[in-house]
């Protein structure tokens, strides 16, 4: 069973940055695709940015070139880091771990982004 721990997320004004961590615990975390998704009020969740086992990433248009998602397979950890944050980038947001048929996800982390 595989657990993940989000930290990092808080309140934060517009124009500033904020870096999301999650670890998670088990074996498999070098083969897995890891991901951050968020979900903000009414509406649903959404991918933001996603990394493979290769390091490879891809991002949501609307974060494209101010959030930036990084692994650190030693530590079992990916992050993200949000540069240039503005306020409809407000959400709960979500790790993700896909290995195989399975899929985790973490508690989630509150970002929100003052005008």
């Known amino acids: 069973q595989v657990q993940l721990v989000e930290s990092g997320g808080g309140l934060v004004q517009a124009g500033g940055s904020l870096r999301l961590?999650?670890?998670?615990?088990?074996s498999g975390f070098r083969i897995s695709v890891m991901g951050w998704y968020r979900q903000a009020p009414g509406k649903q969740r959404e991918l933001v940015a996603v990394i493979t086992p290769g390091s490879s990433?891809?991002?949501a248009d609307s974060v494209k070139?101010?959030?930036?998602i990084s692994r650190d397979n030693a530590k079992n950890t990916v992050y993200l880091q949000m540069n240039s944050l503005?306020?409809?980038?407000?959400?709960?947001?979500?790790c993700n771990l896909r290995t195989g048929?399975?899929?985790?996800w973490g508690q989630g982390t509150q970002v929100?982004?003052?005008?």
């Open 21 to 26: 961590s999650c670890t998670a615990s088990g």
């Open 57 to 59: 990433t891809n991002y």
């Open 65 to 68: 070139g101010r959030f930036t």
């Open 86 to 94: 503005k306020p409809e980038d407000t959400a709960v947001y979500y």
């Open 101 to 104: 048929p399975s899929n985790y």
């Open 112 to 115: 929100t982004v003052s005008s």
